[in-house]
């Protein structure tokens, strides 16, 4: 199903493949039954491929729909339908995101204030300390580097996300957009 839902959406293809599949899968696991905005959308891009004009690529998608009882206002209530299950997928997204910079960047900040309390505590000590001293230095370089891969590839998941996001959603809008004017 997710393949067909894929179809309906145009430039996937240039998008996160990861973001993609995860918010096509939670439009799929919320897809409506019936004939909605899904089918509409499907149809709408079908005909299009055909050819069509947008608007008589609409038309028809509408016309379509509408022998199996959809109504203008069902198509935008399920719009608006999957646009929630998109926020929904966001809001989980951002809080998993933030878990991930707790854990991976800010313990890793106090991973380095620790070693380098340590550093300075076996520095005072007597020369036979100075192997663990130079233990914990090695960590504490390192610990920066570690640092800014984790948050690169942090931003760069929700980079991609975000932008996942925004093709998805400003599809559905124009989408909204256009059967409010056309229909």
Known sequence: MSK???????????????SVEFLIK????????????LEFKQSFQALKQMDMTEKTAMKSAYTTGSTVGLTKSKLISSAEHYKKVLFTEKKQFDTALQKQIAQRVHGKKEEKETLTKKIATYQAKIQELETEILKYQEKLTKADSEIEAAKSKIEETRDKFEKTFDALLGQIDQDVALIKEIL
Not at 6 to 16: G, H, M, T
């Open 4 to 18: 067909k839902i894929n179809s309906a959406f145009e430039d996937l293809e240039k998008l996160d493949k990861k």
């Open 26 to 37: 939670a439009i799929t696991e919320n897809n409506l039954p019936g004939f909605d905005y």
